[in-house]
């Protein structure tokens, strides 16, 4: 994997966090499919393309008042990006912080990401 493909995705969390979502979009190919975890509830299992991504990241600010992804490690494996990521939020309605929860993800097809 090459190491633009992790400076890809390590810029994409860099722009989530600084809440430049906009720009986060743009790096996503228009076909993008993001599977989600299924760690948080009300998140539907897949979202499809930009728009897609717009109603994950408008469902996700909905809920909560702050919420950052934060990398704890990313590094390339053949065909696919592995990242482990920290996830630290503030609830919107009950303004109780979120216990820091880890997720690995496994990002394939970086061949589809855009400049």
């Known amino acids: ?3 633009e493909n992790v400076e ?3 810029n994409s969390y860099e722009l989530w966090s600084s ?3 906009g720009r986060f979009l743009e790096i996503f190919h228009p076909d993008f499919v993001f599977t989600a975890s299924g760690t ?3 998140i539907d299992s897949e979202y499809r393309g930009r728009e897609g ?4 990241i408008d469902t996700m600010l909905d809920a909560w008042a ?4 934060e ?3 990313i590094r390339g494996r053949d065909s696919y990006v592995i990242a482990t990521l920290r996830f630290l939020g503030t609830g919107r309605i009950s303004g109780v912080e979120s216990p820091s929860t ?6 394939s097809a970086m061949d589809s990401w855009t400049d």
């Not at 702050?66 to 992804?69: A, H, N």
């Not at 880890?102 to 990002?107: A, D, G, K, Q």
């Open 1 to 3: 994997m090459s190491r």
């Open 71 to 73: 990398p704890t490690e």
């Open 8 to 10: 890809a995705v390590r």
């Open 102 to 107: 880890s997720i690995t993800f496994c990002i």
């Open 40 to 42: 948080f509830p009300g």
């Open 66 to 69: 702050t919420f950052q992804i």
């Open 19 to 21: 809440g430049d979502f």
């Open 53 to 56: 991504m717009t109603r994950f």
